[in-house]
Structures are given as C-alpha cells and as structure tokens.
C-alpha cells in the first residue's frame, strides 16, 4: 500500500530531526567542557601534591646534565610520543635559549626497534637500548600509564643495577612506582588523564631544569 506523507507529517520529521540535532549538540558541548574540568582537576591535584618530588627531579636532571651525563626516556605508544617530545625540548630547547642537553627517545630508532622485537623480543627493545647506551650517573625517564609495562619495568631494573636514576611517570597502579627513585604517580586510571599530567610535568621539569642550568 503506498505511503501518503502530510505537510504536516513532514514537518513533525523534521521537528523530531531538529530537535535530536539539538540534542546532540548540547550533549557534545557538555563532553567537551566535562572532559576539560575532569583534565584540569586531575592535573591540578597531580601537580600540587608532587611539588617536592618535581624539585627532587628537576635538581637531580640538572646535576646529571652538568655533569656530562645524559636523559634516556621510553614509553609505548602515546607515552612514546611523549618520549620523544621531551627529549626534543631538552636537545632543542624549552622557552630559554641555551646549549642543547643531551637526551636521547629510546623510542625512534625503528631498525634497532624492529630487530630487538625480531630476534629477541619486545619486551627487550629498552632494555639493550638501556644496556648500550646507559652510562652510570645517566637518568631514565621511564614512562607508562599503567605502570605495569612490561619492557618499561625490565629496562627500569637493568638502569637501576647500572647505576641509572629512574625517574618514573605511571598512574596510580601498577609496579613502576615501586621501584623508581623519582616516582610520579597520576591519582587517575583514565589513560588520557594520565598522559596530559605527564606532559604537564614534562614541561615544568624541562623549565626548571633550564633556569637552574642557565639562568
């Protein structure tokens, strides 16, 4: 049987679509300012409660630059992006111009990569990175969000029997802060959560490192 359409049918669908669009648009909005308050929040409580930890750090990575040392940092996926974010700030620069500083993202080079996870596994693609070019006195900067990655933890250990400073970035779970000398733990187990804290400290580390280098 053919279907007969009103004007005023027609302009009930497209009430009923106008109104869900609406809809939709003030539930976006309310995602986008939740999702900023939830950010702000978590990263203002991370912050403040880890004052005396980030002037512990940023005093124990300028000592180490000083003296010739260097910051090895790692971390899978978004954590390797922010691996290797924080190394350009330091070999680069942060806000100051100044010598570049010698870090190094364990996270880059796709070859030795590839060929630890090939011929060994990938649970060692830190780990021998941190074997050949960890030196005693050096940093790590070892990063993961649940705290419980398992090439993290393994390279941690090795640093640590070499005489590496491990700095540790993780939530609030997890074995790396057992273990890191410097451990900075986010009150969250939402993974976005963590990382925007992470490179918040980054930058505050960064920035302090520099001033007192430089300054």
């Known amino acids: 049987m053919p279907i007969h359409l009103t004007v005023a049918d027609i302009g009930a669908n497209q009430k009923n679509t106008s109104d869900s669009g609406q809809k939709q648009t003030m ?11 939830e950010s702000l929040s978590v990263k203002e409580q991370f912050i403040r409660n880890s004052v005396e ?20 940092l790692m971390g899978n996926g978004g954590s390797a992006a922010d691996a290797q974010h924080i190394a350009a700030e330091f070999v680069n620069r942060f806000q100051m111009e100044r010598p570049p500083l010698a870090a190094i993202a364990l996270t880059t ?4 990569l590839t060929s ?35 090439n993290i ?11 590496i400073h491990v700095i540790g970035m993780s939530g609030n779970t997890g074995n790396l802060k057992k273990i890191a000398k410097i ?15 992470h490179i918040t400290l980054a930058h505050i580390l960064c920035d302090l490192t520099e001033r007192i280098l430089f300054e």
Do not use: W
């Not at 539930?27 to 308050?37: N, V």
């Not at 005093?59 to 010739?68: D, E, F, S």
């Not at 451990?183 to 804290?197: K, L, Y």
């Open 27 to 37: 539930d976006s909005r309310k995602i986008i300012i939740d999702t900023l308050e």
């Open 53 to 72: 930890k980030i002037l512990e750090a940023s005093n124990l990575m300028a000592q180490c630059l000083k003296n010739g040392s260097k910051i090895l």
């Open 109 to 112: 080079d796709t070859s030795i």
């Open 116 to 150: 630890i996870g090939n011929d060994y596994s990938f649970e060692d693609i830190f780990y021998k990175q941190t074997q050949a070019l960890g030196r005693e006195g050096d940093i790590a900067i070892c990063i993961t969000t649940s705290g419980n990655s398992a």
């Open 153 to 163: 933890l393994k390279a941690a250990h090795e640093a640590i029997s070499m005489g």
């Open 183 to 197: 451990p900075f733990c986010v009150d969250s187990t939402v993974t976005a959560r963590i990382q925007e804290s």
